[in-house]
């Protein structure tokens, strides 16, 4: 049965509860309520006769229900995606009241409810609701792993959950998935069916920064966290760029490469731009437990004139 006129049977029945019309009302002249239930099912396709008669009922023409369904669509893939970010940064009840606006919620976007699906088995892999294999499980089902690298176009979710499926196979001692991400992001075959490259692809590079280190294979990890490093720049955000900065300079520091104390300056000073003193000791100290030590020994003050002194001192002399 086609997809898309089921999404539009959806739209539709949102439309009337809107506008507190029942279901008999709403079908009279138009066809019977049992018809009307195989729309929404997906058992049949509404005609576009029939979906003019439904228009007609809600004060609509037909073009204005178009227009209406693919405003609808958007903001409904917005509403998740920023459900997706504030999931990520956030574990508290809000959180959870969030969630809950969707329980039993009709999806009219199939990208939308990917997302959704996607974001709770993530939310709940981390706050310990589900195990590592029950999450692993939902996340293979959900895309068709590992079918799906067979394609060559990728959709956010499917981005997204495959990250999910390449650590948990790392858990495993296995490497598929991974393995599959750096040839992704080197073969020009393959593409994101999406616009949010901003949002996508220096944090794909930054995860496989974060794998290779884990992995030992330092060379590549210097690699994918410069072209993460480069493209964040490029693209004007900083939300992967203390993380892959960090990488970076590591990368460079065990491979005995003078480059990594130019890049520690910069590591350091975004971290002064982006968290509060306790927050930077604590990832100053993460550098120590990874084999550098005394990091700030080896930052020049003359890159920080604009710093408040207390704080600087603070974190260079702690307690």
């Known amino acids: 049965m086609d997809t898309l006129f089921q999404l539009y049977a959806y739209h539709m029945d949102k439309l009337r509860e809107q506008s507190g019309i029942k279901i008999g009302d709403f079908c009279e002249g138009v066809c019977d309520p049992r018809t009307y239930r195989y729309y929404i099912n997906g058992e049949r396709l509404m005609s576009q006769k029939v979906l003019n008669g439904f228009c007609e009922k809600l004060g609509f023409s037909p073009k204005e229900f178009y227009s209406s369904y693919t405003h609808s669509d958007k903001e409904e893939y917005q509403e998740v995606a920023q459900l997706y970010i504030d999931s990520e940064y956030d574990d508290n009840l809000h959180i959870r009241a969030q969630f809950l606006k969707f329980d039993n919620y009709k999806f009219t976007h199939p990208q939308a409810k990917a997302l959704y699906e996607y974001t709770v088995t993530s939310f709940n892999l981390r706050t310990g609701k589900i195990t590592k294999q029950h ?31 390449a650590y948990l196979e790392f858990l495993l001692k296995e490497d598929r998935a991974y393995n599959f991400f750096k040839e992704m992001l080197i073969n020009p075959d393959i593409t994101f069916a999406t616009s949010e490259l901003k949002d996508i692809l220096p944090h794909i590079y930054g995860f496989i920064s974060w794998m ?8 590549t990890s210097k690699y994918m966290a410069k072209k993460s490093i480069d493209l964040s720049h490029r693209l004007r955000t900083m939300d992967q760029l203390d993380k892959v900065y960090y990488y970076y ?13 130019e890049s520690l300056h910069k590591y350091i000073g975004i971290l002064f731009v982006k968290y509060d003193k306790e927050t930077i000791q604590k990832k100053l100290d993460m550098l120590e437990r990874d084999g550098m030590k005394n990091p700030m020994q080896y930052f020049d003050l003359k890159y920080v004139k604009w710093l408040n002194d207390t704080k600087l001192k603070t974190i260079m002399n702690p307690k």
């Open 212 to 219: 290779a280190g884990l992995k030992k294979e330092i060379e």
């Open 135 to 165: 999450a692993f499980d939902l996340f293979t089902s959900s895309i068709d792993y590992p079918k799906i690298l067979s394609k060559k176009v990728f959709t956010t979710p499917e981005i997204l959950t495959l990250k999910e499926i």
């Open 249 to 261: 300079t590591l990368s460079c520091y065990k491979l005995g490469e003078d480059t990594w104390k």
